[in-house]
């Protein structure tokens, strides 16, 4: 059964740092990625980025490079997102997800992914 349990979420100022962590269970090597996502009041979930099951790559998106880093520790299972130079827009309800029919050039792409975690909220604010 597969699990995803996010974490590290709260209230930080502009220009600060959050780490976010997710904890997996149950994600084996068929799956395809680990995804970092958001959604905003009032918005659409977007990506954040993701890391590859298979070799570790890593994906950001623009808003993303640069500011955010997603790394991966096999031993406690867990994925995580650190987050600096933050800004006001990236508030937000974060969530980690995965899938293991995700289609090549969509691992970016919410709608690929199958199992989704409760979602931890990162609201940036001075």
């Known amino acids: 059964q597969v699990q995803l349990v996010e974490s590290g979420g709260g209230l930080v100022q502009p220009g600060g740092s959050l780490r976010l962590s997710c904890a997996v269970s149950?994600?084996?090597?068929?799956?395809?990625?680990i995804g970092w996502f958001r959604q905003a009041p009032g918005k659409e979930r977007e990506a954040v980025g993701c890391?590859?099951?298979?070799?570790?790559?890593?994906w950001y998106v623009d808003s993303a490079k640069g500011r955010f880093t997603i790394s991966r520790d096999n031993a406690k299972n867990t994925v995580d997102l650190q987050m600096n130079s933050l800004k006001p827009e990236d508030t937000g309800v974060y969530y980690c997800?995965?899938?293991?029919?995700?289609?090549?050039?969509?691992?970016?792409?919410?709608?690929?992914?199958?199992?989704w975690g409760q979602g931890t909220q990162v609201t940036v604010s001075s």
């Open positions: 997800a995965t899938g293991a029919r995700i289609r090549p050039g969509a691992l970016l792409y919410p709608l690929e992914y199958d199992y």
């Open positions: 149950g994600v084996t090597a068929d799956f395809d990625a």
């Open positions: 890391v590859e099951i298979s070799d570790g790559t890593t």
